[in-house]
Each structure stands twice: as structure tokens, then as C-alpha cells.
């Protein structure tokens, strides 16, 4: 298996653009992590899902971040419109019964807003 | 709110000695992460305690946990430079419906 599988790998922006980062979750695997480590906040939980269902989005700062996924194998994290601010690391994750053997992390993307 | 603290937050050691690194968590528990993270990289698993008195072992990694004191510990001896890292942990409170990493502990291992 090739592990979890993020793109892009590096993104830079100009603040107001809309920017989506995309994940493609380990075959089998039933939940999904979006992540974001800055400096500043250390690894955050944005939201998950199982089974392509959101459960917990709380984690998401703003109206302005959503996230989908409308199949297995696939999930979005789109930030519109994007501001300095969102500059981090985005990590997506999957696991198979919520952690039971542990997550596997993608390489992550990493944006700057400019 | 679930809250997670490790420590320390900084940590330099000469090779061949032996250092404990910290994780202290808030709420009721059983799963409980350790990572490593090189820097510009993404986060590897090294353990997954899922229960109470879980020690786990990998070279010269240990890691424990205890769920009663809302403790886990990742012992390193002899360590080695390669062990340079940045060294997280996190749990995940299935009665809180939360999860939450650590700071993260960087340790530098000098000669």
C-alpha cells in the first residue's frame, strides 16, 4: 500500500484565493483525520470522519474551512478565502477503528498564504 | 476539554545516556499514541498503548502507560544521535469524543 496520500505536497497562494488540499485515505481504512501544525498551536484536529461521514468538525476555525468526502478513497479540505493566517502544515490521516492500531499520516501539505 | 502535557518540551542528551520524556493527560483514557517527527517531515508511529500497564519496546525506545495517574512515559536509553527528533504523544478520549497531541518533546542527542 502506498500509505496515505496528500497533494499537493507545497502550495503557495495569494491571500483571497480559494485553496484545496486533497487526500487519498489507506484502502480499508474507516476514518480520516485532518490535521494542522503551526509553530505557534503545535498539531490541531480540524475534523474527521468515518465511514465518509463528518463526526466531529468542531475543530475547524472558521466558516471558512470545509471539508468532504464523498467516497472511501477521497477527501477534500478547502479554505476560501484563504488568509496569512491559514499559513501551516495540513496533515490528513486514516485509521481502522478509530486508532485501534494506530494512525498513518500522509507527508502533509504545506501552504503559505501570501 | 481534553488537555495533553508533555514534558519537557526540550530535551539535549549525550549519547549513551538514559532520559524519560512525560505525557500527562487530563480525562479517562485507553488509547494513547507515541510519535516521531524529523524535522520537515510527517509523523511516524512508534507505539499504541491500549490499556491499562501497555509497555511497549522498539530498540531503545520504551513506552508505558498507566491509566490510573493519567501517565505515559517514553524512556530512552543509551540513546544515539539518530534518535534526534521531535517526539509527540496523543490520546484519544473515546468517553470525551476528543483528541488531542502533546507540544512535543525535541530532543537533540549530542556526542
Known amino acids: 500500500d502506498a500509505g496515505v496520500i496528500q497533494s499537493p505536497r507545497h502550495e503557495v497562494t495569494e491571500m483571497g484565493q480559494e485553496v484545496t488540499l486533497r487526500c487519498k485515505p489507506i484502502?480499508?481504512?474507516?476514518?480520516l483525520f485532518w490535521y494542522r501544525q503551526t509553530m505557534m498551536r503545535g498539531l490541531e484536529l480540524l475534523i474527521y470522519?468515518?465511514?465518509?461521514?463528518?463526526?466531529?468538525d468542531s475543530g475547524m476555525p472558521e466558516d471558512r474551512f470545509s471539508a468532504k468526502m464523498p467516497n472511501a478513497s477521497f477527501s477534500t479540505l478547502k479554505i476560501q478565502p484563504s488568509e496569512p493566517r491559514d499559513s501551516a502544515v495540513y496533515f490528513c490521516?486514516?485509521?481502522?477503528?478509530?486508532?485501534?492500531?494506530?494512525?498513518?499520516f500522509g507527508s502533509g501539505t504545506r501552504l503559505t498564504v501570501v | 476539554e481534553l488537555k495533553v502535557e508533555q514534558n519537557p518540551l526540550f530535551l539535549s542528551m549525550q549519547e549513551g545516556k538514559n532520559y524519560t520524556i512525560y505525557c500527562n493527560y487530563s480525562?479517562?483514557?485507553?488509547?494513547l499514541y507515541w510519535y516521531r517527527q524529523d524535522p520537515g517531515k510527517s509523523l511516524e508511529s512508534l507505539f499504541v498503548?491500549?490499556?491499562?500497564?501497555a509497555v511497549k519496546q522498539e530498540g531503545r525506545l520504551m513506552a508505558s502507560l498507566d491509566t490510573k495517574a493519567r501517565l505515559s512515559t517514553l524512556h530512552i536509553t543509551a540513546a544515539v544521535h539518530d534518535l534526534s527528533a521531535t517526539y509527540f504523544c496523543?490520546?484519544?478520549?473515546?468517553?470525551?469524543?476528543?483528541?488531542?497531541f502533546g507540544a512535543g518533546t525535541r530532543l537533540t542527542v549530542k556526542p
Open positions: 470522519f468515518n465511514n465518509n461521514v463528518p463526526i466531529d
Open positions: 498503548l491500549l490499556s491499562n500497564g
Open positions: 480525562t479517562t483514557s485507553d488509547r
Open positions: 496523543a490520546v484519544d478520549s473515546r468517553w470525551d469524543n476528543d483528541m488531542r
Open positions: 484502502s480499508g481504512h474507516d476514518y
Open positions: 490521516a486514516s485509521s481502522v477503528t478509530r486508532g485501534l492500531y494506530g494512525y498513518t
